[in-house]
């Protein structure tokens, strides 16, 4: 059921709304578990993610966005003011319209609620994700920090490194290293699949989640840059 739902998304969204275009094919893993991390892209990320990557990836996502009684209020505020540029009255009217559809799309999908500056809510979020992991599944993060200026050429905000804690989580249970695949989503419509990098248990851990931090941000913020990704067409 699961996925005739997925491949339903992909046939109405992706001519639609993105394309389903793809490069770096050779770089995605053969098998699970696996994280990939990537940029934003607003409210196409998730989309572009899900019509481009041939995977079945569960997504971190704002706890308010999966959330039938929050969810109006935070799409009215980032989604339709912020990105649309529409006002009240009218900006409420549609930011309840899209929640009645979206938030049963997310939950459809399996999303992880995501609750930033809580602990005991990240703890959650951890735990939730290492039930995906020990499946063999794969997970798609977007950690950026819009709280900070954004990268002037990419647009980019800066990563969060709470994703890393993930390395360290599954590693301490099955003593494997957990790989994370850098993804960047072009608003030119493609998707490119970066080389992983694996968890190393051997660098302290403040300076392990400092490192996979900035080589995911680095190497997203490279692949966007790209003048000519060999990009291909995965419909």
């Given amino acids: 059921m ?50 481009s990557v041939p995977l079945r990836l569960k997504f971190w996502m704002i706890a308010d966005i999966v959330d039938k009684d929050l969810a109006p209020a935070y799409f009215q505020m980032d989604l339709i003011e912020r990105q649309w540029h529409f006002k009240p009255p009218l900006s409420r009217w549609i930011s309840r319209i899209i929640s009645k559809i979206n938030v049963p799309f997310l939950k459809a999908i399996g999303c992880i609620p995501v609750y930033y500056g809580d602990a005991d809510g990240i703890r959650k979020t951890l735990e939730l994700s290492m039930d995906v992991l020990r499946e063999g599944k794969y997970i798609s993060i977007q950690p950026e920090n819009s709280t900070l200026p954004p990268d002037p050429l990419t647009k980019t905000y800066p990563f969060m490194h709470t994703f890393a804690r993930l390395g360290e989580l599954y590693y301490a249970e099955t003593g494997k290293c957990l790989e994370f695949y850098p993804l960047a989503i072009h608003p030119k419509k493609y998707v490119v699949v970066g080389k992983p990098v694996a968890f190393d248990p051997l660098n302290p851990v403040g300076q392990e989640r400092r490192r996979l931090r900035e080589l995911m941000e680095t190497s997203v913020k490279t692949m966007y840059l790209l003048p000519d990704p060999g990009v291909r067409d995965d419909r």
């Fill in 2 to 51: 699961f996925e005739t739902f997925l491949s339903i998304i992909k046939i109405i969204f992706g001519p639609l709304l993105w394309g389903g275009k793809l490069a770096g094919e050779e770089n995605l893993p053969k098998h699970g578990p696996a994280v990939f991390v990537s940029n934003h892209m607003d409210a196409l990320g998730p989309i572009a993610i899900v019509c």
